[in-house]
């Protein structure tokens, strides 16, 4: 497609629950990051993969969060057992590599609700 | 670790007058400075980044910034705003720790242009 696109734009879920996030970034961008926004707040880092790997996991914020990107293209963020406090916008980003110097394209973002 | 401080939270302003967002981050070596907005219920896009050169730089819809690294500031100026300039502003700056480079934003500033 044209731009990032994250699937799904809301998802309402239950203290507990699996939640999974989809990004599918622009076609040919080897780096795509993952960011989460709360109220108030600005994106704060989670992960960044540069091809299949991680590059940079330092901002997952505990074991409950993981995030994969098999075939270097679309990435998931898996969040088990949620809680209240993951309730945000979780936003992703990619860009051609180029290292922190390129330009990074956003996604409209996923906005999680954990009741 | 690199971090960014917006010292305005909100901004309202009347339309064509002038507006300055600021924007303060840490001292390093070297730095890199971007702008994003935020439209409503849009995603996060480059305004305009300072990566080396010219201590001024420009956007095409007549904002600018200048890169001042005596005072590590780096604000954003409009001379003459519009309704439709209306939207949230997040100053950010590359982090180079751990051999990585991602993105660390600033809180943001929210601007609102009244007739």
């Known amino acids: 497609g044209a731009g990032v696109s994250q699937t799904p734009s809301n998802k309402v879920t239950e203290k507990g629950k699996y939640v999974e996030l989809r990004c599918d970034p622009i076609?040919?961008?080897?780096?795509l990051y993952w960011y989460r926004q709360s109220l108030g707040q600005g994106p704060e880092f989670l992960i960044y993969f540069q091809g299949t790997g991680a590059a940079d996991d330092s901002g997952l914020p505990n074991d409950r969060f993981f995030a994969v990107r098999p075939e270097g293209s679309v990435s998931t963020l898996k969040i088990q057992r949620t809680e209240r406090g993951d309730s945000a916008v979780y936003l992703c980003?990619?860009?051609?590599?180029?290292?922190?110097?390129?330009?990074?394209?956003f996604g409209e973002g996923s906005r999680l609700t954990v009741l | 670790a690199q971090s960014v401080t917006q010292l305005d939270s909100q901004v309202p302003v009347f339309e064509e007058a002038p507006v300055e967002l600021r924007c303060n981050y840490s001292?390093?070596?070297?730095?890199?400075l971007f702008w994003y907005v935020q439209y409503p219920n849009q995603g996060l896009q480059l305004l305009l980044k300072y990566l080396s050169g010219s201590t001024l730089v420009e956007s095409i819809n007549g904002f600018e910034a200048e890169f001042n690294k005596s005072q590590t500031s780096f604000h954003l100026r409009k001379p003459s705003v519009h309704i439709s300039d209306t939207a949230e502003y997040f100053c950010?700056?590359?982090?180079?720790?751990?051999?990585?480079?991602?993105?660390?934003f600033g809180k943001g500033t929210k601007l609102t242009v009244n007739p």
């Open positions: 950010a700056v590359i982090s180079t720790q751990g051999g990585s480079e991602k993105l660390v």
């Open positions: 980003a990619s860009s051609r590599g180029q290292g922190g110097t390129g330009e990074l394209f």
């Open positions: 001292s390093s070596v070297s730095v890199y």
């Open positions: 076609s040919g961008h080897t780096a």
